[in-house]
């Protein structure tokens, strides 16, 4: 594998599931995001971890949990959900400090469908 | 407040045609970058200008910084099928912050055969 990867691609479930989405970025890289896409809306950032360690969150309901066990590792824990919260969910990885950190490589996304 | 404007939303023009999409904001930047995004897949990094007046060429595509880093533009030449996508530029630096990039809503670009 090369790149960003992101599992699974597409994800339907109810109000009342718990699922996960998975993110591995296979780069070296040492900061992970979330981001959620929606229509007419631009991406909106919702989690950031640099070097293992949350340090940003940006006031994302807490339906959204995060968990990053280590710098390749990025996982999405999804609880109670709502029809709002169905949109094109995007993990991107960059390396921080770097000359170009604001680079930003993405993987292919999980379309999320609540219903 | 939108702070990465981008124009057109939409664009469809047929293939060979020259084409030049826009990137405006009133706010300074460290960096810009492009991306293409296609149906169902993540965005892909094009281009990363950070010097103000830069020109940056990747085979017929344009990109260039506005003088005062506040707006950008790119320039396809001879627009082929394969270019259309939804392009997305990204501003980084803004208001301090070294980890959050800024975005636009994108250009839509559909190049007809």
């Known amino acids: 594998e090369t790149g960003v990867t992101q599992t699974p691609r597409h994800l339907v479930m109810g109000m009342t599931n718990k699922k996960s989405l998975k993110c591995e970025q296979h780069l070296g890289h040492n900061a992970m995001y979330w981001y959620k896409q929606s229509a007419k809306k631009p991406l909106e950032l919702m989690f950031v971890y640099s070097l293992e360690e949350r340090v940003e969150n940006n006031s994302v309901p807490s339906r959204f949990s995060p968990e990053c066990p280590n710098s390749s590792h990025l996982f999405l824990h999804l609880h109670t959900l709502q029809p709002e919260d169905s949109a094109l969910y995007l993990c991107?990885?960059?390396?921080?400090?770097?000359?170009?950190?604001?680079?930003?490589?993405f993987g292919p996304g999980t379309r999320l469908t609540v219903t | 407040t939108q702070l990465l404007e981008q124009s057109p939303q939409f664009l469809s023009i047929q293939e060979g045609e020259n084409l030049t999409v826009y990137c405006n904001s009133s706010s300074v930047f460290s960096s810009l970058q492009w991306y293409r995004q296609e149906p169902g897949e993540g965005p892909v990094l094009l281009v990363t200008v950070v010097t103000g007046g830069e020109v940056k060429k990747l085979k017929r595509l344009t990109f260039q910084f506005g003088d005062a880093r506040k707006d950008s533009s790119l320039h396809i030449t001879a627009a082929q099928p394969g270019d259309t996508g939804l392009y997305l530029c990204?501003?980084?630096?803004?208001?301090?912050?070294?980890?959050?990039?800024?975005w636009g809503l994108g250009t839509s670009l559909a190049v007809n055969p």
């Open positions: 990204a501003a980084g630096g803004h208001a301090g912050n070294n980890r959050k990039l800024i």
């Open positions: 991107a990885s960059s390396q921080i400090l770097a000359v170009n950190s604001y680079e930003q490589y």
